[in-house]
């Protein structure tokens, strides 16, 4: 069970007259500020139907315009306008809000078995961040002489590990892995999910054992190719909250 939020202090928030730094997506949160934008689908049917009109009554006419002009001044999606206000009290105010949960406890404890179980000798967890103008994140593992680059889960029991899953379990971790593979130049990435052991330590009572799972069955690889189109749009959302932050501390300042 998650426990509340912690206001884990950080460095010193910005005087009220001082600049923020520009707003930059971590990889692992890219998915949140990726929700579609402008007109729905049926929003956008709608739309086409009433140009293709020979004539409109005045409520139709109305609507019209509505659409059109939502349609030509596209809104973050919601998911991303929380993201946002999130990231602007956090640089505000000198706080950043994390969760924790014997979940994410156990994630961390036996990431480094999992990193061994997957890569072997070449098991060396990458601890350099990287950054560009837009984008932000430290990938788990970069293996040497390779145009590959790996992110390791750790799912806390057998029933959340995706046995059955053929594609993607997650589609946030598609953009995170998309977001790595910009950031450190690689083609390729992998998804790795391995089931580990539960030490005896955290918000859990005692230590879980899964020697009864064959180890080929203990890790699941999922594959992606990198995309360029994904990342010209990550840095155009980016913009967008920039925009949106922009807007808050004119909010603020007043």
């Avoid at 890569?119 to 932000?136: L, V």
């Avoid at 977001?179 to 918000?203: N, S």
Wanted: neutral net charge; aromatic residues 10%.
């Amino acid at each position: 069970q998650q426990t509340p939020f912690l206001h884990k202090p950080r460095k010193r928030g910005v005087n009220h007259r001082e600049a923020m730094k520009p707003f930059k997506i971590r990889c692992s949160q890219i998915g949140r500020i990726m929700g579609r934008v402008g007109l729905t689908e049926k929003q956008e049917e709608t739309m086409y139907e009433l140009r293709a009109k020979m004539k409109l009554t005045p409520l139709q006419s109305e609507k019209l315009r509505e659409l059109e002009h939502r349609h030509a001044n596209p809104e973050l999606p919601d998911g991303a306008k929380t993201y946002v206000r999130e990231w602007f009290s956090e640089q505000r105010y000198g706080v950043r809000r994390e969760v924790k949960s014997k979940y994410l406890d156990k994630g961390n404890a036996a990431e480094a078995a999992a990193l061994e179980r997957y890569a072997g000798e070449w098991a060396e967890k990458n601890e350099e961040r990287f950054e560009d103008e837009w984008i932000t994140g430290t990938p788990d593992h970069l293996p040497p002489n390779s145009d590959l680059v790996a992110d390791i889960k750790c799912p806390f029991d057998p029933y959340t590990f995706p046995y059955f899953e053929a594609t993607l379990p997650e589609p946030d971790y598609w953009w995170q892995l998309q977001g790595y593979m910009h950031l450190v130049g690689r083609q390729r990435a992998e998804l790795v999910y391995c089931m580990e052991d539960t030490p005896a330590r955290g918000d859990w009572d005692e230590a879980v054992v899964y020697d009864m799972i064959p180890p080929a069955e203990r890790m699941r690889i999922y594959k992606v190719e990198r995309s360029d189109k994904a990342i010209r749009e990550v840095i155009e959302r980016v913009k967008m909250c920039r925009a949106y932050a922009e807007t808050l501390e004119n909010q603020f300042l007043k």
